[in-house]
């Protein structure tokens, strides 16, 4: 493996802080009308991002991946911080990745599946990006569903996020089904997807670092 990598891992919006506030925005929570979630029939987002990226950040620890958390324990820091933070050490420390973990929301409900995005055009980060989508789609199966743009020959979708125009190095941003549906954040509550998730992503890493 590449001694010079590093993983710049970023958990969207802001979770819960020392006295159990959700401090993130109010369309990053919703409440089901049944079921147990962090808080009742609540949902926070921004915890669950952080479930997600801590595991995989503990797992690139376990093989020796560098990796770096550029958000905070529960702030919702300003997108343009956690970007100047990976850019400096990307500069300054050591070159690598960026991976922006969500889960998303439709505001009706109605929709599931599980997307990546990269920035428009055809750069780095679509090699990333169907990486990604191959090793969700082997570990996953069909316990999940999918959502995907075929129309440029591969899976990614293309969207002017700050976290993937902003960045320097290869980007991707992943929603991780859909919060406000109660299908799918009763999927996201279940450890055994949260676990396949998180490897694979540790795999996507191993090989975009095995292609350079």
């Known amino acids: 493996m590449k001694e010079d990598f590093c993983v710049f891992l970023d958990a969207g919006h802001g979770a819960l ?17 049944q079921g147990n979630f962090h808080n009742g029939h609540w949902f926070y987002e921004g915890v669950w991002n952080r479930s997600l990226t801590n595991r995989v950040a503990a797992k690139l620890n376990n093989i020796g991946i560098p990796n770096i958390q550029v958000s905070h324990e529960y702030l919702d820091l300003p997108l343009n911080y956690r970007v100047d933070l990976a850019n400096w050490y990307h500069r300054n420390f050591k070159k690598g990745l960026f991976i922006s973990n969500h889960a998303n929301a439709s505001g009706s409900g109605a929709a599931r599946g599980f997307e990546v995005y990269t920035s428009p055009g055809v750069t780095t980060s679509d090699k990333v990006a169907q990486f990604h989508w191959n090793n969700v789609k082997e570990l996953m199966e069909d316990r999940i569903s999918y959502r995907s743009d075929t129309s440029d020959h591969d899976h990614d979708k293309e969207a002017r996020f700050f976290v993937l125009t902003r960045t320097v190095m290869p980007a991707i941003l992943v929603e991780h089904l859909f919060f406000d549906n109660f299908q799918d954040a009763s999927l996201l ?22 292609s350079l």
């Open 189 to 210: 509550m279940d450890d055994e997807i949260v676990e396949r998730f998180a490897e694979a992503q540790v795999h996507t890493v191993i090989n975009y670092m095995n």
């Open 17 to 33: 802080d020392k006295n159990g506030k959700y401090v993130t925005a109010p369309s990053k929570q919703f409440q089901h009308s």
